[in-house]
């Protein structure tokens, strides 16, 4: 059973930044696409970034393309979110996921319902 850990949410200002964090423990295999979805109050949860397993590729919705960035640690058991210059439109419970396919994220719009392991959230909060 795949474990992911997110932190780093918190309550920022607009044009503020944080980073967030995913940590993945007790992988039956070292493959995965990892990434981030998002999720406001009272809408569907949509896909932020992904990253594939070496890293080669990076994904982006284009409400956060240029603002975002994702990354991970060399040993791809950690994927990070940077985020900049947020806005109370990212207000949201974010959401790391990984995926066996590794190829999950490449598509446009990646879809939340199919997901094979999620991390619990962590809420990010962005105040005027």
């Known amino acids: 059973q795949v474990q992911l850990a997110e932190s780093g949410g918190g309550s920022v200002q607009t044009g503020g930044s944080l980073r967030l964090s995913c940590a993945l423990s007790?992988?039956?295999?070292?493959?995965?696409?990892m990434g981030w979805f998002r999720q406001a109050p009272g809408k569907e949860r949509e896909f932020v970034a992904g990253i594939s397993w070496m890293g080669e590729y990076t994904y982006y919705a284009d409400r956060v393309k240029g603002r975002f960035t994702i990354s991970g640690d060399n040993a791809k058991n950690t994927v990070y979110l940077q985020m900049s210059s947020l806005t109370p439109e990212d207000t949201a419970v974010y959401y790391c996921a990984a995926d066996r396919d590794l190829n999950y994220f490449s598509v446009s719009d990646p879809d939340y319902n199919g997901v094979d392991y999620w991390g619990q959230g962590t809420l990010v909060t962005v105040s005027s």
């Open positions: 007790g992988r039956t295999t070292n493959y995965y696409a």
